[in-house]
């Protein structure tokens, strides 16, 4: 039997402004990257990663994040957002409700404050982890 790999997720992307990671990393994959930004894997390995477990992903980690972790203040100095889908009521034409995933992006201070109950209510899947470049080079 052959066993497939997962990786729609694990990708990573920039811009002039941003760094784009896809959430289905490993701690220990995201360090092992050569195309992604020296600075930014330093940052991940050095201050994250110590409170997190080599074979987490990064979705797991932010999920669980709890707010008074330390890692916490490493992505607000770099400015970090992430991308979730997450279930909402939408009314149609007539009023009738019709739930559908809906993509947002948010801070993750804003991420952390919602309890783990609420977001497993909301089936909250985080997709992306932002950050910026000026925030990274500036660590």
Known sequence: MQKTVYEDFKYHLQDTGRIYVGCKYTFQELTEVEDLLF???IVMERYVMPDADPEDTLETH???????SPAVKVYRQLKARV???LIQEKKGIFGKGKRAYVTRVMPVEELVKI???KKEEQGLVVQELSVSKLAVASL
Do not use: Q
């Not at 932010?62 to 008074?68: H, I, S």
């Open 83 to 85: 991308k979730v889908n």
């Open 62 to 68: 932010l999920y669980y994040l709890p707010e008074k």
């Open 39 to 41: 600075k930014f894997r």
């Open 115 to 117: 309890p783990p109950g």
